[in-house]
């Protein structure tokens, strides 16, 4: 790999990892049937002296004993925050999932853990109205995780930082950005939800659910919300059929926003007599927070057959905006008659309102 003195070179791996009990505390990776060290990484990348540096590992960093055949030679945000984090430092971080002796855990849905939170706390400091700080980032993702195994109920990240800050002296469009797999961040969505906060735990008290047989639409918690608040969702299919479900919200301006299914979550196959909960939990990538402009917004659930689903993914609803919420509600419907006809498929809509 060819590096050049102002690039941003970020090196990220998600997969198998063990510590090989070297005195390292970083993990071995496992590539193509052998080992790589992180800190070789680290150690090749540095010496071709890139502007900024990050080595990113999500993976097991637990003892074993490896045989010598085995082991081989030493991969809405806020556009002056990105300018702020990868041009105003010179230095370099390294990190990975857990401390040695633990495993790091994820799932199918997810992906890993550590990874997840590491995101939720970039985005939140790319998003931030201050100045941002990869020493903030690094200390909120190093906090311990749930892993939800009895065995080791938590993984705790480590992190090592040799930054100083310094003033940029290339323009942006100088400057190359190498990154080996690292997923896109979460975009920011229209007003009044944006991506990605931190999601609270959810209150005791929640909005009733809607009266309805076969849809009904539950928020957590309980409206009103001030600015500032996150939101859960809770759908529930209480019909005899599979269906596959879409949510929008309208604000109080009439814009018009879906906000599920979204690149973080696409699972939105919903089995009769099932609920599904937007996000479901922390690790999800992305999350709902309250913003202007204040007033009743309105949310909407849509439950489709699966040949209906490309039909409706394929509209432009969010270009039927309207002077209020009411309108624009009236015209999504009218559009979703015209896109499906009268029958075959289910909507349901819940009130909530945002104050200051």
Not at 8 to 18: K, N, T
Not at 140 to 162: G, V
Not at 275 to 292: H, L, R
Request: aromatic share 8%.
């Amino acid at each position: 790999m060819s590096v050049g003195p102002n690039d941003v070179v970020i090196f990220y791996y998600s997969g198998h990892g063990v510590n090989l009990n070297k005195g390292s505390k970083w993990p071995a990776l496992v590539l193509g049937g052998r080992l790589l060290d992180l800190d070789e990484v680290k150690a090749r990348i540095k010496a071709k002296n890139p502007r900024f540096l990050m080595v990113f590992a999500d993976a097991c960093n637990n003892l074993v004993q490896v045989i010598s055949s085995f082991r081989g030679t030493k991969g809405m945000p806020r556009a002056k925050n990105y300018r702020q984090l990868f041009l105003n430092y010179r230095g370099d971080i390294m990190a990975s999932s857990s401390i040695p002796g633990q495993k790091s855990w994820g799932n199918n849905g997810e992906g890993g853990f550590f990874t997840q939170a590491f995101l939720n706390h970039l985005n939140e400091e790319l998003a931030s109205a201050s100045t941002p700080s990869w020493e903030e980032i690094m200390e909120r993702a190093k906090k311990p995780l749930p892993t939800y195994n009895s065995e080791q109920p938590f993984q705790h990240p480590q992190y090592e930082i040799n930054i100083r800050r310094v003033e940029a002296s290339l323009q942006p469009s100088e400057a190359s950005i190498h990154s080996s797999a690292i997923p896109p961040l979460a975009p920011a969505i229209k007003p009044p939800l944006i991506l990605p906060p931190q999601i609270e735990a959810e209150k005791q008290s929640a909005e009733p659910l809607v009266a309805h047989d076969d849809l009904s639409i539950q928020v957590l918690p309980s409206s009103p919300f001030h600015l500032g608040d996150t939101m859960r969702l809770k759908v529930r299919n209480g019909g005899r059929e599979k269906g596959y479900l879409l949510v929008w919200d309208i604000n109080s301006a009439g814009q018009i926003t879906r906000i599920f299914p979204n690149q973080f979550d696409q699972k939105h196959a919903l089995g009769a007599g099932k609920t599904k909960t937007i996000p479901e939990n922390a690790y999800s990538g992305f999350g709902f927070t309250i913003v202007e402009p204040v007033g009743q917004s309105v949310l909407v659930a849509l439950l489709v057959k699966k040949h209906q689903v490309q039909t409706v993914l394929s509209e432009r609803f969010e270009g039927l905006e309207a002077p209020s919420a009411a309108q624009a509600l009236q015209r999504l419907r009218g559009q979703l008659k015209q896109k499906l006809g009268e029958n075959g498929w289910l909507m349901n809509t819940l009130d909530y309102d945002i104050v200051d």
